[in-house]
């Protein structure tokens, strides 16, 4: 009888887990918010790099840029569960097309960066909006549905968008340079974790605040690496700068698919 209930108790949590759909994005951990920091600076430089080092032009880099992110958001659409790989090569992606939507409005079509910012701000607040409305949660913990996980990647987007404009605004327009915009908005991310920590602010507020905000502050960074010393930046380059990025890129996926992997084999031995 005393070895009939742990056993029994087993059989039971496998079917259990079975019956919660598997998030098909990742957990927020630190890896997390290490690679979305360097996936946003390596969209910021590989952008200006295909535009102006290659020649290819803000039209064409939009085109080719956005036709291999439609096929690489169609492959994470496919996967039924988080797959390291396919994510963060999508979220890489969706920096660049982000990143390319604002500078085609203030460079091809002459719009503003006051109401880029307004209008992306606004476009985000409604997907927020509607995505509460249909789904009755903004939770990231619960992407395991297709509108679901359409919601996430649209809000994700129009974050990369609206980061964009608030980094060049503060940046450009209000000329503070590349190195004090990446530190006020570094102080500002602290402030925003220090609130959720300790004064326990809404966990889902926190988190999208900080999402939008690695943007403009990965940008920064990754200016201040890439751009002339005569443009206020250390003269790296854009090639050298985005191949940094996408290594510690690749290698930091390669560690999470890894640890993944070794969850699921405890899971399947646990199980059996």
Known sequence: MTSATPRSSLAIEPFEVAA???SRVPEVTVDFWLIKLMAVTMGETAADYLAVN???GLTATSLIMGAIFALALALQFRQRRYVPSVYWA???LVSIVGTLVTDNLVDNFGVTLPTTTIVFSIALAATFAVWAAVEKTLSIHTIYSFRREAFYWLAILFTFSLG???GDLVAETFSLGYLTTGVLFGAIIAAIA???YVFRVNAILAFWLAYILTRP????FGDLLSQPREYGGLGFGTVVTSLIFLGSI???VAYATLR??????TAVAWAE
């Open 20 to 22: 919660t759909p598997p």
């Open 54 to 56: 290659l020649g290819l």
């Open 90 to 92: 999508t979220v890489v």
């Open 164 to 166: 964009t404009s608030v």
């Open 194 to 196: 220090f609130a959720y």
């Open 217 to 220: 502050l990965g940008a920064s």
């Open 250 to 252: 690749v290698a930091i």
């Open 260 to 265: 993944q992997a070794n969850r699921e084999e």
